[in-house]
């Protein structure tokens, strides 16, 4: 039972990383209709705010220590942040510390940024052609914006953890009658959910309840029509372009402190988020976060020990083959209109 | 001729002479000069043309004709190859069971996936191809490792079974060493090099033998498009419900044409086998299957030669400038002062070597960008730039008479 | 640098200026021209590098370029010669490989066999390379090794550490300097029970492909020989990037030490989750809850940062070897000061042993005389050499396997740069990981000089 529920908190952690990268590609795949396999690359590159963030609050300038020497043997240069010197050594490792949060204030204007460029730019003369052209221009920008990251960042991992303040586990199991230790949950992982949550309740509330977002689900469901009343759905759509860019950053810095950032977790995170939007139904929102969180569950139980032992594998495969009992199951994915996307 | 027209006739000859002569047409560049490191003339290079150029016809077979867009066409590949190295390793070394037993299980285990995804259309079947791919691709790297190989890769063994007589390429070889692939005592790696000035051309065995297979795969390919089948699958494209309703079935054409991509695959992926006895299973990854879609679409959809050339691009860019790096770019430059050399280095650096993914990617933009029918649209825009200035050359000097 | 390379086949063509005009056709396999593939006639020799360069091993992949960068030009008289004068062979003079300049080309190997062969071929075919090395996966090692077999040329291992390598996927033409899975498993385990006692128990996590297995096995077997007991080994998919759903049933399962039998990204991935999940600070049958992971490489320490804080491991070489276990260690100060003052780091172990790699090449030609495959392999098989790093060192001619000490170390408590990760904690000797060469089953075959 407590493995159950073990499971299941793991599930909607993994979930709601899945659901937050297939909302903002929902928004622009499942509803513009561009198929746009540089969303890994936006996911990735929200990660990298957070390492420009803390590279620019470790700014340093080199101290020659003459009491220790390096491994050359000679005297060791000690790098000491410049903001050590304006704020005071303990405030300044304070504010280095919690890095990863203050990255989403910093990553929201640079991704919205990125995400208007990357529409009025480029994507926007791609409207309307095939969708094979879209695929083969945000693949190549994809691998642009990597390489351009790789450049800058080298390939390798690079650390971001979480601040002090939650490192660690909450002890679910204790709190609700369980042996001590049996539901452990970091509690980094609990901020993420409640920052996903809150997330995706913003992104529907302002496409259900504000005059905006009535437009944009109005031009979704017929752009046509929209632009016959006056309305200027270019604008609009490029707005949303931005929030999409915007929200798939946000998922990526907040993800730091999980994975080690690299340049090439966008690529990791790409077909998987496809599946998952295709999976909840195209042009669904409410789809897209319902197989995000669906298949997350389903990727976690089926690394149970025990599931592993039983059938050899399905830990490999799970989410593939829920994907393939959802779509012969239910034609449209979980929750999907008729006609995107079907021919 | 062949059953062709007569443009499709000129098509094949065409590809045909081309194919023949790739040896000197890939090897531009003399020997030792500074340029010769963008000659693609050597064989494992040129066998990879011409085999993912089989794999592009195929895939294009299906996305170019019915618009239907498989994200799990490397499944059929690795399939393929696995099949033919496992005849390799328990019949004979000779090629011929290889190839012929990976395009028959390739057809069978995509007449499977083929069934299955064919139930849905648009995205939906492009993400239910994928799932089969990945699925393959994840269980033959980890549990099917007893059949696969895993990780490290399925490879001929001195202690392989090679049940048939030796004359038929069975047994081990008498000189403790593994035996290579061969076509009845021709090894797949003999070479035959013929220096003429300050050029060599090779001329490989194996590639020969897979470029007479692209050369039969392609033109089935153009009878294929031209046949009233392939109208079948045009129509589809255009408008499947209509289709529909007029009473016609289109699954069972659906299925056919999948089935045959499907083998061209496993063609593809045999000859891989034969060529080079190593399958691993990244064969079968999504990266794999991405990159023969990107292949058809660089060449551009639906044209019978886009595939190849589109192939033939991405391959070029892998393997010509992943290996050129700062050493080689100080020796062009040499000629430059000492600045200026180091300034040209420092600004092509990040495009060679370990950026050469960046090149890659700045070209598919470009290409897309400004190319909108691929390759073959290049093509003609330069066939229609002569022929413009023929034309206005040919009125220019009519009246005069 | 000079602006022509003479290739195989630009030697070729010089030989066959007579007959240019008539075309005089050679047929170059199974001819007499020369005894074996690339022989190389000219006044330089070509060495191809194959590491990746892209993907997410490319870091090591340019570390063991640099490595390779210092070894041709120590080779070549260049520099300080580092190692080469340390080295208990002096063959070598720097003047090159038996009066050849050395010259060299690199190659991408995307970290996949597929690529990583096409490279390795045209390096071969196009380039006239007599001999290739590198690699950063085992995968990589074992596919280009059957080539270079295959084509009857040297290969000499970069870093590959699965016991398949020099076991079930030997070949006559390979070579490996690197140490392996079953040595990390024999060193490991007598300091872990040493450290942790013999009652302990352990889970481990392995990275669900030949690698992981091998690396399972070996720290399994040599635990269990301590007295310690396995709970459980569940294996995660290679793809795997967030290992949550796997760490979070270890702290209840009863187990007090939890064994990652992952390399690169996956470690660094499943540390962070295990950290995450408090697993360090955590108690578990009333001992303090362990992580172990056997295969340490300084980039995966850098990537998984602060979390590697007290957390054994083992490697192949470490650079401040020679400051911690005395003399015994020479060769390794020489090859830190020669590549840090070029490049303004210390080497990591791939640098060390691609390093290690190219100067037993060219010690070994140099002896044997001659570029001949089989020959540089009789000159290798069975040599002992001193001052490269590792101590006393043996590459045995059953398997063609390096034994020598291997050491045990931890990630640093408070690391004073990105470099300085990891502290030797003791040294494992050659004895206690040797093993014999048949265990792991496969055929050395015989060596193949192509042609």
Redesign the interface.
């Known amino acids: 039972m407590d493995q159950i529920i073990l499971q299941i908190l793991n599930g909607l952690d993994k979930g709601s990383a899945y659901a937050l990268i297939a909302l903002g590609l929902t928004l622009i795949f499942g509803t513009l209709g561009v198929v746009n396999f540089a969303h890994g690359a936006l996911f990735m590159l929200g990660a990298f705010c957070t390492v420009t963030l803390s590279r620019i609050l470790t700014l340093s300038h080199e101290v020659i220590d003459e009491s220790r020497k390096d491994f050359l043997g000679n005297p060791l240069k000690v790098d000491v942040p410049y903001i050590y010197d304006w704020f005071g050594e303990s405030t300044g490792a304070a504010i280095i510390d919690w890095a990863v949060p203050l990255s989403i204030l910093f990553a929201i204007p640079v991704m919205i940024g990125i995400g208007v460029l990357m529409e009025r730019g480029l994507v926007k003369h791609f409207y309307n052609r095939p969708h094979a052209d879209q695929i083969l221009v945000t693949f190549g920008l994809a691998i642009v914006l990597q390489e351009i990251i790789k450049y800058y960042f080298g390939a390798n991992q690079i650390p971001a953890p979480a601040p002090e303040a939650f490192v660690g586990s909450f002890d679910f199991g204790a709190a609700v009658g369980f042996d001590a230790g049996a539901i452990i949950y970091p509690y980094w992982r609990i901020v993420y959910f409640c920052f996903a949550m809150v997330l995706i309740g913003a992104v529907f509330a302002f496409l259900q309840f504000t005059t905006f977002g009535m437009v944009v689900r109005a031009g979704m469901a017929d752009r046509e029509t929209v632009g016959l009343l006056g309305i200027n759905i270019d604008r609009r759509f490029t707005i949303m372009f931005g929030i999409a860019a915007a929200v798939a950053g946000l998922a990526g810095v907040m993800y730091t402190p999980i994975n080690s950032p690299n340049y090439h977790m966008g690529m990791d995170f790409l077909v998987i988020s496809f599946v998952v939007v295709v999976v909840g139904g195209m042009g669904s929102l409410p789809g897209a976060v319902l197989a995000g969180f669906v298949l997350g569950i389903l990727e976690s139980f089926a690394s149970m020990r025990q599931v592993i032992e039983l059938l050899p594998g399905i830990n490999q495969v799970v989410i593939y083959l829920a994907a393939i009992v959802i779509l012969l199951t239910r034609p449209r994915g979980l929750l999907g209109r008729k006609g995107v996307m079907e021919d | 001729m062949f059953g062709l027209d007569k443009k499709d006739t000129s098509l094949l000859l065409i590809v045909a002479a081309l194919v023949a002569l790739a040896p000197i047409i890939l090897n531009p560049f003399p020997e030792g000069s500074a340029l010769a490191q963008f000659n693609a003339g050597y064989p494992d290079l040129m066998q990879r043309f011409v085999i993912f150029g089989i794999f592009a016809i195929g895939f294009n077979i299906l996305f170019g004709l019915t618009g239907y867009l498989s994200f799990g066409h490397a499944a059929f590949l690795g399939a393929g190859s696995y099949a033919g190295m496992w005849m390799m390793k328990l019949l004979t070394i000779n090629v011929i069971p290889a190839i012929i037993f990976s395009t028959i299980i390739a057809g069978v285990i995509s007449l499977a996936i083929g069934w299955i995804s064919l139930r849905r259309s648009g995205i939906y079947f492009s993400i239910l191809t994928l799932a089969f791919a990945q699925m393959a691709f994840a269980l033959a790297a980890s549990v099917l490792t007893p059949i696969t190989g895993g990780e490290t890769g399925l490879q001929t063994n001195l202690n392989d079974p090679r049940v048939l007589p030796s004359f038929l390429g069975g047994g081990a070889s008498a000189d403790g060493n593994i035996p290579k692939p061969s076509l009845f005592g021709i090894e797949m790696s003999a070479s035959f090099e013929l220096p003429v000035g300050s050029w060599v051309w090779t001329f490989n065995w194996g590639y020969y033998i897979c470029a007479v297979m692209m050369l039969l795969a392609f033109y089935l390919a153009i009878r294929v498009f031209r046949s009233p089948f392939g109208l079948m699958l045009k129509a589809v494209k255009s408008n499947q419900q209509r289709m529909n309703y007029t009473g016609l079935n289109t699954r069972p054409y659906m299925l056919a044409c999948f089935v045959i991509s499907g083998m061209y695959a496993g063609l593809a992926g045999g000859l891989m086998a034969a060529m080079d006895p190593q399958v691993g299973a990244e064969r079968m990854q999504w990266t794999a299957s991405g990159e023969v879609v990107l292949m058809t679409i660089l060449g551009g959809v639906g044209t019978l030669i886009g595939p190849v050339l589109g192939a033939g691009l991405i391959k070029y860019f892998e393997n010509i400038f992943s290996k050129i790096n700062d050493n080689l770019l100080h020796q062009w430059f040499s000629f430059l002062p000492d600045g200026l050399e180091n300034f040209m280095v420092t600004i092509i650096h990040p495009f060679i070597g370990k950026g050469w993914h960046l090149t890659l990617g700045l070209m598919f933009m470009g290409i897309v960008i400004f190319l909108p029918g691929g390759l073959v649209e290049g093509g003609q825009r330069i066939k229609a730039m002569f022929k413009g200035k023929k034309a206005e050359k040919a009125t220019k000097t009519t009246p005069a008479e | ?7 195989r ?2 030697v ?2 010089s030989g ?1 200026v007579a007959g ?1 005009g008539l ?8 001819s007499s021209v020369s005894a074996f593939t690339n022989d190389p006639t000219g006044s330089s020799v070509t060495l191809g590098f194959n590491v990746p ?7 090591e ?2 570390d063991e370029l640099r490595a390779y960068e210092l070894a041709v030009e120590h080779l070549n008289g260049g520099g300080d010669g580092g190692m080469m004068n340390t080295f208990s062979s002096k063959a070598l003079e720097g003047a090159g490989i038996l009066g050849k300049k050395v010259e ?5 190997t995307q970290t ?4 990583a ?3 390795a ?3 071969i ?2 380039d006239g390379a007599v001999m290739i090395t590198g690699g950063s ?3 990589v090692a ?2 280009v090794q ?2 270079c ?3 009857g040329i040297i290969f000499m291992a970069g870093l590959t550490h ?1 016991n ?1 390598t020099t076991g079930k ?1 030997k070949k006559a033409n390979g070579f490996r300097h690197f140490f392996n899975s079953y040595m990390s498993g024999a060193a490991l385990a007598p300091i872990l029970a040493d450290r942790y006692g013999k009652d302990r128990k352990a889970y481990h996590l392995t990275a ?4 992981g ?1 091998t690396t399972e096995e070996a720290v399994r077997t040599s635990t269990e020989a301590m007295g310690w007991e396995t709970v ?1 080994a ?6 795997q ?2 290992f ?3 760490v ?2 270890v ?2 399962s009863g187990a007090d030490v939890l064994v990652l039998n992952h390399y690169g ?1 996956n470690m ?2 499943s540390l ?2 295990a950290v ?3 697993l360090r ?2 108690e ?1 049958n009333g001992k303090n809850f362990e992580i172990v992971v056997p295969l340490y490489s300084r ?1 995966m320490a ?6 590697v804080a007290g957390i054994f491991g083992s490697t192949n070489w470490h ?2 070897l020679e400051n911690v276990g005395g003399a015994k260690y020479a060769g390794t100060n020489a090859f ?2 020669s590549f ?2 070029k490049y303004g780091f ?1 080497p990591s172990q791939a640098a060390h042993t691609v390093y290690c790699q190219t100067l037993l090449y060219a010690d070994a030609v140099q002896r044997a005389g001659s570029f001949n495959p089989c020959a540089v392999a009789e000159a290798l098989e069975g040599y002992e050499f001193d001052g490269l790093g590792n101590g006393p060192t043996l590459y045995r001619a059953e398997d063609h396997q390096c034994f020598k000490d291997v050491l045990v170390v931890k990630g640093k408590e408070n690391p ?2 990105e ?2 990760l990891l502290e030797i904690v003791d040294v494992t000797p050659v004895e206690q990981v040797s093993y014999d060469a048949s265990i792991f089953g496969g ?1 050395l ?2 060596c ?1 000089p192509g042609a």
């Open positions: 640098m000079s602006k022509s390379t003479l290739s086949r630009g070729l063509k066959a240019a075309a005089v056709p050679t047929i170059f396999t199974g360069q892209t993907g997410p091993y490319a870091d992949g340019a060299f080309v690199t190659g991408d996949k066999p597929d690529a062969r096409a490279s071929r045209s390096m075919e196009k996966s085992s995968g074992v596919a059957a080539l077999q295959e084509a699965s398949d996927d669900d492909y030949n690698w297995y459980a569940v294996k995660t998919p290679l793809a990037t967030d949550s759903s796997y979070a049933p702290l209840n990204g660094v991935n962070t989750s995450q999940f408090g600070a955590a578990a980039l850098r990537g998984a940062g602060k979390n650079w401040s830190v000061q840090g003052q210390p004073e740069n470099f300085d055929e075959g015989s193949n």
